[in-house]
């Protein structure tokens, strides 16, 4: 039996950022592990040649839409590991990270549910090392681009373990990579799919403190996150999508839902006076108005990424 089950959704095709992040898996890695990728809208031949190629990973396909908590949870139930990492597959591994992550739990409380590492971004800048408690008022700040999760503050950076400075007690994670108690993850009913872009991590979090469990960070442990990138076209659907699943979180609070409002109203008539008028311009009011019309919906989040998806 594996001590570890690595789980990883991949879209669209492996070439792009899969094979890379298996190779640091396989040179940085000593313990033993099992990989399960869900497969998800990957076209056939690339099915087939992935198969042939890598037969010591388990391929579970995913063909129709799902979002981030739905597609994790076709691998997770299938986890044979006593731990899961969580891990995106636009990652880069360049250090023990699983080991490192291991040795941490084997010293850490007993109710300690997960340990995180810091995610840094491309240019080495820090994305996150540990996660706030997210309430209404954070989520309104960071709205507005307004919160630095990589600035140090009460829950990241800040040393608790009396030890060891580098490794703290934080309160949630970040699903880009986190490694977590198998036999936890599958009390508390894995990741939660009311959400589809969001917060599925955060919510997770909140839970396992809920529970009574704890969440850790090391700041020695780092991985790359290949985050960010253009806005594409998918934006009109995702973004709606990712604000109704926060406001489902955060229990649907109306001056919430008021501010948002406030704010995309001023977002979609600033894009309407830009001349001339640019593609970007235009699907910034265009997704600025598709949020607008489900603020206040009682739809899903994957109903409403269905309905303007482009």
Known sequence: MPEVSVIMVCMGSPQKHLEACLEG??????????????????????????????????????????????????????????????????????????????????????????????IRLADGSLQT??????????????????VNEAKPGRWNLLPEYPSDPALFRTF?????????????????????????????????G????????????????????????????MEQAIKPARVRGSLIFYGEPLLLKLFICAVEALRYVKNGLVKPRTAHSVLMRRTAANVLRTVFSRETPKAIFLRFKP
């Open 25 to 118: 898996l396989r040179a940085h890695t000593g313990v033993s592990y099992e990989v399960l990728v869900v497969a998800y809208l990957w076209p056939a031949q690339e099915k087939e040649a992935f198969a042939q190629a890598h037969p010591e990973v388990t391929l579970i396909f995913s063909d129709q839409t799902r979002g981030f908590s739905e597609n994790n949870n076709l691998a997770l139930p299938r986890a044979k590991g006593r731990y899961c990492l969580v891990l995106n597959d636009d990652t880069r591994i360049d250090m023990p990270v699983v080991d490192a992550l291991m040795a941490d739990f084997k010293r850490l409380p007993s109710d300690t549910a997960v340990v995180c590492p810091c």
């Open 129 to 146: 090392c540990g996660r706030a408690p997210w309430t209404p008022f954070r989520y309104a700040l960071h709205y507005l681009h307004l």
């Open 172 to 204: 949630t994670l970040n699903g880009a990579c986190f490694l977590i108690r198998t036999d936890v993850f599958r009390s508390v009913g894995w990741f939660d799919e009311r959400f589809f872009f969001t917060p599925e991590d955060i919510a997770l």
């Open 206 to 233: 909140h839970r396992l403190n809920d529970f009574g469990y704890s969440v850790w960070a090391d700041a020695r442990i780092s991985i790359t996150h290949l985050a960010g990138g253009s806005v594409s076209q």
